[in-house]
């Protein structure tokens, strides 16, 4: 991938990721359980989606969230292997969901009931993940002409009066949970430096406040919490981190990341999420 495909694909992960994660203020504005609220929600309902030659009974906003029934729970163990995270941290902080009834405890395992823990903004969330995701792909041109002809013919179907929004959110809630845990396991293994370095890059890749450029390509410690929606004194503290552990430098401007430079392969696991989402996006046609 290009600059500004990379550029376009972490805006729209940071931008849907504080959409679909919104339910974090229930947690205390916790990024880690709120992933982990996501990545369960994802389990449950990941079958709905696996045929492409069956299309989903669930696919638009006249069709009403998938049933309890229609779930499937997923065991701790595999849960905490798929976020690439400690069971014994998973499992801690699952019980503060179960204990709060966001998420139900099973013999098989943990499950998401339908509903949504916010009110009625789930099928408004839906239509406007729908809409960045709209604005991603009509920036993000490929070079490759087969894989750029399955992205207009994503469009076409994000387009269509009757999108199939919520197969279109399953599967964009995978891709972000997909692009935040391959930066987490390429970089420090922590699921909140995963979402950071994600937050960093866009950030860097912005305009500065006074509309400029930076031409260090770096940005202040606040400019990336305001992206990212995290404390600024946890921003500070966790890219003090990312400093020292090689994956992000310290410039007279702010942060800079370093895998831009070739010191991990966080690109790469950028373009292999984008190109599985929009095949399937494609299929949907």
Not at 73 to 85: F, H, K, Q, R
Not at 202 to 212: E, I, T
Not at 214 to 224: E, H, K, S
Not at 236 to 256: D, M, N, S, W
């Amino acid at each position: 991938m290009n600059d500004s495909i990379e550029i376009a694909a972490a805006r729209y992960v940071v931008t849907a990721q504080r959409l679909v994660t919104s339910h974090m203020a229930l947690f205390g504005g916790d990024v880690i359980d709120g992933y982990i609220f996501q990545a369960v929600v994802a389990a449950n309902i990941a079958h709905v989606d696996s045929s492409p030659d069956m299309p989903s009974p669930w696919a638009d906003l006249k069709t009403p969230q998938i049933p309890l029934e229609g779930r499937r729970p997923i065991a701790i163990s595999a849960l905490a292997a798929s976020l690439d995270m400690p069971r014994q941290t998973v499992w801690r902080r699952l019980q503060r969901l179960i204990k709060a009834k966001l998420i139900l405890q099973t013999g098989a395992g943990v499950l998401a009931p339908p509903g949504d823990p916010r009110g009625n903004a789930y099928d408004a969330a839906l239509t406007v993940n729908t809409s960045l995701l709209i604005a991603f792909l009509a920036e993000a041109r490929l070079e490759d002409e087969a894989r750029d002809h399955e992205r207009l013919a994503a469009l076409a179907v994000l387009r269509r009066p009757d999108a199939p929004h919520r197969t279109v959110g399953r599967l964009s809630t995978t891709f972000i949970l997909y692009v935040i845990t391959e930066f987490s396991r390429r970089t420090t293994g922590d699921v909140v430096d995963g979402y950071i370095q994600v937050g960093l890059a866009l950030a860097c890749a912005s305009p500065g406040r006074d509309g400029r450029p930076r031409p260090l390509n770096a940005a202040p410690t606040r400019d990336v919490a305001e992206v990212t929606g995290l404390a600024e004194e946890t921003m500070r503290r966790r890219l003090h981190g990312l400093v020292r552990a090689g994956f992000a430098e310290r410039t007279p401007r702010g942060y800079a990341p370093a895998w831009r430079d070739g010191v991990s392969s966080l690109p790469e696991a950028l373009a292999i999420g984008v190109t599985r989402l929009i095949r399937q996006l494609a299929r949907l046609g």
